[in-house]
């Protein structure tokens, strides 16, 4: 690589400065302000843990999970990271089984949450968010190792500090279910 491409970075960088500069964001960047529908999702800031079980295998596994979420760029967007944990046999002591980054944020345009899930295998899961009464429900779309397939995370509040969820998955619609999972958290910590 030449000396130009850094140089070039460079004067790009400056001549940006010098433009926040002169339009009065000298010291701090122009940050917008978060939807007001993102305070609804302050209740899922801190530390959550949970025990549940996984359905969708050919047996049950029970598991613990440990989410962090917090609010990024002035409260934009969620950010949550789940890690689960459980005993594999014939090992005695849990190992991590699954990680996953979610990011969730609220589309001014479409008027609704918008959610992207990470994980482990590399493909970015999208779906909506909704509130329903007391509860907060996450739709995916068809993923593509599972076509064809839908699921969902339906969050029950039992109170401030606790919560239940109960995943599914559907191939015609809703129209029937099968459960995939459930889980019961916790708050251990933050807000």
Not at 122 to 151: A, H, N, W
Request: proline content about 6%; charged content about 20%; some cysteine.
């Amino acid at each position: 690589m030449s000396m130009r491409m850094p140089l070039v970075v460079l004067c790009v960088l400056a001549v940006a400065l010098v433009a926040s500069a002169e339009q009065g964001g000298g010291d701090q960047m122009m940050m917008p302000t978060p939807p007001k529908e993102m305070a609804k999702l302050d209740a899922m800031v801190g530390t959550w843990k949970g025990t549940g079980t996984i359905y969708a295998m050919e047996s049950p596994m029970k598991f613990d999970t440990v989410i962090k979420g917090a609010k990024r760029f002035q409260g934009q967007y969620l950010v949550q990271e789940e890690t689960l944990s459980t005993v594999m046999p014939p090992a005695t002591t849990p190992m991590v089984v699954h990680e996953e980054m979610r990011v969730t944020w609220y589309d001014t345009t479409a008027k609704t949450y918008r959610i992207t899930s990470y994980d482990e295998t590399g493909t970015p899961m999208s779906g909506t968010c909704r509130f329903d009464g007391d509860k907060f429900i996450v739709e995916y779309e068809s993923l593509p190792f599972d076509p064809g397939q839908k699921y969902r995370a339906i969050g029950t509040a039992q109170g401030k500090d606790k919560l239940v969820v109960v995943g599914e998955s559907s191939s015609d619609n809703w129209k029937t279910t099968t459960k995939v999972f459930d889980c019961t958290y916790q708050r251990a910590g933050g807000m």
